[in-house]
């Protein structure tokens, strides 16, 4: 019989790739974690690590059975996902990650549940992208993922994962209140080809929105600056450094924010593991989130 606690330092290992970073996690010793895996080879009687220089990396074997964990470890999230819903105190902390436009947001969810709740639900937010929060909740470290995907770039959702839609908003061209493309109802994107733009970094999902939006018009947008921060691409813009596409949230005093013709939009969700909205904390979150 395989041993479910060895099984999940197995997967640990397999997720954050050594067995420093997998005890850390778990909380616990790295030499724990070698004595455990020891232990789970001995159960399996195949090798599941090996030496890979200075590492222990998964063998073929370990990798089989790190898949076959994960699908045990996601029906043990479901388990206690139900047993949760049968209680009828409301009670706990709730861990989100969030990116930035939308954890501005987060700051009344928190009042709205301490004036409900008082401190028996605890909201714990960690700021990330949605390229990290997903991966964070399929391996447990967070509990709900709100993250935004774009009508031209769908994201898909992790395996034993449910979505719920909170909000959907346009993406705008911000634009400085004297640019006489302010007068327009909407711009199309094309006549913006010799504009210099504001970028969001090279590794995020909207700078691949921007590429293909712009591309879709028939140019490459030429970067004057790069920025994470939608509220500093609008300040930019209203400096007159250049114009950028922004979601509707972003909406800011001295910028215009005009629709596109070419329709683009993004949705924003909360991803929460199979059934965990059936948690009490969990879901009167969910409920504050979809109001807000």
């Not at 028996?120 to 447990?140: K, N």
Request: aromatic share 4%.
């Amino acid at each position: 019989m395989l041993d479910v606690r060895r099984l999940r330092l197995l997967h640990a290992l397999s997720v954050h790739g050594t067995v420093t970073a997998a005890a850390e996690a778990l909380h616990v010793t790295s030499p724990a974690v070698s004595q455990q895996l020891a232990a789970l080879e001995r159960e399996a009687g195949v090798a599941l690590v090996e030496r890979d220089g200075r590492r222990l990396s998964l063998t073929r074997a370990g990798h089989v059975l790190a898949a076959h964990t994960q699908l045990v470890l996601d029906q043990l999230a479901a388990a206690e996902a139900d047993l949760a819903s049968l209680r009828t105190s409301v009670s706990g902390v709730v861990r989100v990650g969030a990116f930035v436009s939308v954890a501005a947001l987060l700051p009344r969810v928190i009042q709205v549940l301490r004036s409900a709740h008082g401190s028996d639900v605890e909201l714990f937010v960690h700021e990330m992208e949605p390229e990290a929060s997903l991966p964070a909740l399929r391996r447990g470290d967070i509990d709900i993922a709100v993250i935004h995907s774009y009508n031209i770039m769908p994201r898909s959702l992790p395996e034993s994962c449910e979505s719920f839609e909170l909000f959907v908003e346009p993406v705008n061209v911000a634009l400085p209140l004297s640019d006489p493309l302010v007068q327009q109802d909407s711009v199309d994107l094309a006549v913006l080809a010799d504009r210099p733009w504001i970028m969001p970094r090279t590794d995020a999902s909207c700078h691949e929105l921007t590429q293909r939006a712009c591309g879709a018009a028939g140019f490459v947008p030429r970067a004057q600056a790069y920025c994470d921060d939608f509220g500093v691409m609008c300040g930019l813009v209203e400096a007159g450094l250049g114009v950028a596409l922004v979601p509707s949230v972003a909406r800011r005093p001295g910028v215009a924010l005009r629709p596109l013709k070419q329709s683009v939009f993004r949705t924003v969700s909360a991803v929460v593991r199979n059934r965990a909205d059936g948690q009490p904390a969990v879901r009167v979150v969910l409920e504050q989130l979809r109001q807000v």
